[in-house]
Nanobody, 116 residues
Framework: QLVESGGGSVQAGGSLRLSCAAS????????MGWFRQVPGKEREMVAQ???????HYGGTAKGRFTISKDNTKNTLFPQMNSLNAQDTAMYYC?????????????WGQGTQVTVS
């Protein structure tokens, strides 16, 4: 189970720190990803972190967002800085149990981020 939190409303230029708590499996052996989606548009990969700590960022996130993981607490922490209106979306946490960051079989319910 994946449960996101930390979303909300923020002014342009501000920051938000989200979190995704994983339960029911060992998060350290999975690839964890952070995605976002705006109604009418395709889902976009924001960031992902492999079980060895290797991180990958989507184009819109580079230089502004960071992702970290606390393996002891099975929690993912996306940090979003310099937010703008185009970052307004529903943000989802996902897990790929195979570790390849290609097949995300587990998804959270999402948390809304609104930038104005």
């Amino acid at each position: 189970q994946l449960v996101e939190s930390g979303g909300g409303s923020v002014q342009a230029g501000g920051s938000l720190r989200l979190s995704c708590a994983a339960s029911g499996y060992s998060g350290s052996t999975y690839c964890m990803g952070w995605f976002r989606q705006v109604p009418g548009k395709e889902r976009e990969m924001v960031a992902q972190i492999q079980d060895d700590g290797m991180k990958h960022y989507g184009g819109t996130a580079k230089g502004r967002f960071t992702i970290s993981k606390d393996n002891t607490k099975n929690t993912l922490f996306p940090q979003m800085n310099s937010l703008n209106a185009q970052d307004t979306a529903m943000y989802y946490c996902a897990a790929d149990p195979g570790g390849s960051c290609q097949y995300y079989g587990y998804w959270g319910q999402g948390t809304q981020v609104t930038v104005s």
